[in-house]
């Protein structure tokens, strides 16, 4: 008996399930070989569908996405396709675009070979298809398939776009509920994920929910986040604001990254290229992380710089750049930074802010230590680094 070639569709959206509800109907009849996974009935009810979800992802050979104007910012698909391209080969992972000529895909998905949806595109996902199969078709037995089928395909998948371009939703408009919902579960998914903070995260994301508009990319991987990042530093405009919660230090981490942030902090003696005020927060949770507050020490004083030191831990850090961009990250054993969300709206980048406020509010955290080095003199440094370790002795 053969092996089943598992195939993911992803889809996200009323249209985009419907589509994929019928080129899930069609890809049966295309060979006996092909085990499907559909989101909305491949899980068994009661079971967990993140980490089933994470299983299936990593069983999959071959993965199509459909993506049509009202879901090219899809939080969720772009984490599937990133997740599902860690274990095959890139030509592999197949966005399907339905509907006008001009919609394209943004990064990071647009690593990916697209296909458009047309006979030509539809013949040539046929064809990446049958390459993982062991009883391949020939190339004419693939040609006279869809030749029979193609009408009745094209006529289904037609009357799913006629009725999303007569709908009342914009093709700007996203379902914020939707994404964030999403961005709760992969959270989730945190390996430090731990109950306690879930009510921390279940808050951010009803505050949130109350965005109308942003543009929401996965930036997957530590070299590429901290590339973003770094760009980001360097064209803020007045304000930034981070978090540093993970028990990674930086410090001989991403020196590139240090570098830009004492470039937009320290004033140059040729010209002043400084934000109006940096803020960071920083667990004290690790040994190794004194490091990190010892440079700022070192490197900060007199410039408007904020640190606040704080004993709570977080399953994510936040990067605010001035009020249009944030980024979020999320951390795993060994690597200061695993994945990254990248939003760009300044409705939801507003809502973050408020958030962040949260975190060295003492109201809401009663332990924190603030430095406030626009005010301290180098003979302070010393002092200040006896306190920072007193902080930390009685957090351990």
């Not at 396709?81 to 095959?88: D, E, W």
Request: proline fraction near 3%; hydrophobic fraction near 35%; charged fraction near 30%.
């Amino acid at each position: 008996m053969r092996a089943k070639v598992n195939l993911f569709l992803s889809w996200s959206g009323d249209s985009s399930r419907l589509i994929a509800e019928i080129l899930k109907e069609w890809l049966f009849t295309v060979s006996s070989e092909l085990d499907i996974f559909f989101t909305p009935d491949g899980i068994e009810a009661g079971r967990r569908w993140s980490s089933e979800l994470a299983q299936k992802l990593q069983d999959c050979e071959i993965g199509i996405f459909v993506y049509t104007r009202q879901n090219l910012d899809s939080l969720w698909m772009a984490f599937e396709a990133g997740a599902l391209s860690k274990s095959i080969e890139t030509g592999r992972v197949i966005p399907l675009i339905f509907g006008e000529p001009e919609l394209k895909l943004k990064q990071p998905l647009a690593q990916f070979q697209a296909k458009r949806f047309s006979e030509k595109g539809i013949l040539e996902t046929l064809e990446a298809v049958n390459n993982c199969l062991s009883n391949k078709k020939t190339k004419e037995e693939i040609k006279a398939f869809l030749g029979f089928t193609w009408s009745t395909l094209d006529t289904k998948v037609t009357q799913v776009l006629e009725k999303e371009l007569n709908s009342d939703k914009e093709p700007g408009d996203r379902d914020v509920s939707e994404i964030l919902n999403n961005l709760y579960t992969l959270i989730r998914t945190s390996p430090v994920y731990s109950p306690d903070f879930a009510k921390d995260i279940s808050e951010l994301v009803e505050q949130v929910k109350t965005t109308n508009r942003g543009s929401y990319l996965f930036i997957d991987g530590e070299k590429p986040a901290f590339a973003a990042l770094i760009a980001a530093t360097k064209r803020a405009k007045k304000y930034i604001r981070s978090t540093r919660f993970s028990p990674m230090p930086i410090s001989g981490n991403q020196d590139d990254y240090g570098t830009a942030i004492c470039d937009r902090v320290v004033p140059k003696s040729s010209s002043n290229n400084c934000v109006e005020r940096y803020t960071r927060i920083i667990a004290v949770n690790d040994e190794e992380k004194l490091r990190d507050i010892d440079g700022y020490l070192d490197q900060f004083p007199g410039c408007r710089f904020d640190l606040y030191l704080t004993k709570r831990t977080n399953s994510f850090e936040m990067v605010i750049i001035d009020e249009e961009e944030l980024f979020i990250h999320f951390y795993d054993q060994g690597q200061v930074i695993n994945s990254t969300l990248h939003i760009v709206g300044s409705e939801v980048t507003r809502n973050f802010i408020a958030i962040y406020q949260q975190f060295h509010d003492l109201k809401y955290n009663p332990d924190i230590l603030k430095i406030d080095f626009e005010y301290m003199k180098k003979n302070m440094v010393a002092d200040w680094k006896e306190k920072v370790r007193d902080f930390f002795k009685s957090s351990s």
